[in-house]
């Protein structure tokens, strides 16, 4: 692996898969002992709560909750 001029590196593709990061994910750089530990970030500036936030008030199904438990045990 090389550093660009820029101070930039590449994560390989099966670190990438092992830790779950995705385009956009937002990861930690943790110096311990010499070394370089890549953490994923957790909290509200992860893929899922992005991808929760950008759902949020797009429903138009006038339905509770209970009804939709409902249909989706096919009951």
């Known amino acids: 692996m090389r550093i660009t001029s820029k101070g930039q590196i ?4 099966q670190v990438r ?4 990061l995705e385009p956009g994910d937002e990861v ?4 311990d002992n010499g070394a370089a530990k890549i953490i ?6 992860g893929r899922g709560q992005r ?3 950008a759902m949020l ?13 409902a249909l989706t045990r096919g009951e």
């Not at 930690?28 to 110096?31: A, D, G, N, P």
């Open 57 to 69: 008030g797009k429903g138009d199904v006038a339905l509770s909750t209970d009804e939709i438990m």
């Open 28 to 31: 930690e750089i943790v110096v």
């Open 10 to 13: 590449t994560i390989p593709q």
């Open 40 to 45: 994923p970030m957790q909290g509200p500036s």
């Open 17 to 20: 898969r092992a830790l779950g």
């Open 51 to 53: 991808i929760v936030e």
